[in-house]
């Protein structure tokens, strides 16, 4: 039972270039999240999906945007880099209840 | 504008003994807070919740206690093990915001000694 997977672990990019972080869950779960967690930061919402092609904002969603084609996915895209993006970013999804909500191993983003 | 805050940035106990957690909001419109463990290298992984309409909820060695009108709420940990050290993360829904969001706080390392 996989749960949620994101890929890569880890990537370095430098300024300005751009690049997806995948993100799977095989739990049918209807709501997914993406999270980054910077140093002595509690994780802050990016964007969220409460269902297949249905996606919004969260806190700082500023230079990443996402698309729900399908239930499992929920890729993040970065559009053009800055060292600001350094971060640990961490997907989610649950069912319904918040207790249900489960969190991928995460991806450790550096940008030069 | 930090509206969930744990002010202790790490806290250390004896193997056996009792953990104390702590956790401070600002938005009384909170009405569910949530606790999870986060270890090194892996995601947050959920613990204990409280809705805002008890003050107690307890699940085998973990106990929460919410004081709405202190605004802080607390994770006990009897006995604790060594392998409870990890990153704790108080967690809140609502806030007037979107029922789809939780705020989390900064984080408190525990460290258990054996």
């Known amino acids: 039972n996989a749960g949620v997977t994101q890929t890569p672990k880890f990537q370095v990019l430098k300024t300005g270039q751009s690049m997806t972080l995948q993100c799977a869950q095989d739990?049918?779960?209807?709501?997914m999240s993406w999270y980054r967690q910077d140093p002595g930061m509690g994780l802050r919402l990016i964007h969220y999906?409460?269902?297949?092609?249905?996606?919004d904002q969260g806190e700082v969603p500023n230079g990443y945007n996402v698309s729900r084609s399908t239930t499992e996915d929920f890729p993040l895209r970065l559009l053009s880099a800055a060292p600001s993006q350094t971060s640990v970013y961490f997907c989610a999804s649950r069912q319904g209840a918040w207790e249900t909500q489960y969190f991928g191993p995460g991806t450790r983003l550096l940008v030069l | 504008d930090q509206q969930v805050k744990q002010n202790s940035p790490s806290l250390s106990v004896q193997e056996g003994r009792i953990s104390i957690l702590n956790c401070d909001y600002t938005?009384?419109?909170?009405?569910?807070f949530l606790w999870y463990k986060k270890y090194p290298a892996e995601g947050p992984t959920f613990l204990i919740s409280?809705?805002?309409?008890?003050d107690k909820n307890e699940d085998g060695r973990f106990t929460v206690f919410l004081n709405k009108s202190a605004k802080h709420l607390s994770l006990h940990i009897v006995p604790s093990q060594p392998g409870d050290s990890a990153v704790y993360f108080c967690?809140?829904?609502?806030?007037?915001?979107?029922?789809?969001?939780?705020?989390f706080g900064k984080g408190t390392l525990l460290t258990v000694n054996p």
């Open positions: 999906s409460v269902g297949a092609g249905i996606t």
């Open positions: 409280i809705s805002s309409i008890k």
């Open positions: 938005n009384s419109m909170f009405d569910y």
């Open positions: 967690a809140a829904k609502g806030g007037g915001g979107s029922n789809y969001k939780l705020t």
């Open positions: 739990m049918n779960h209807e709501y």
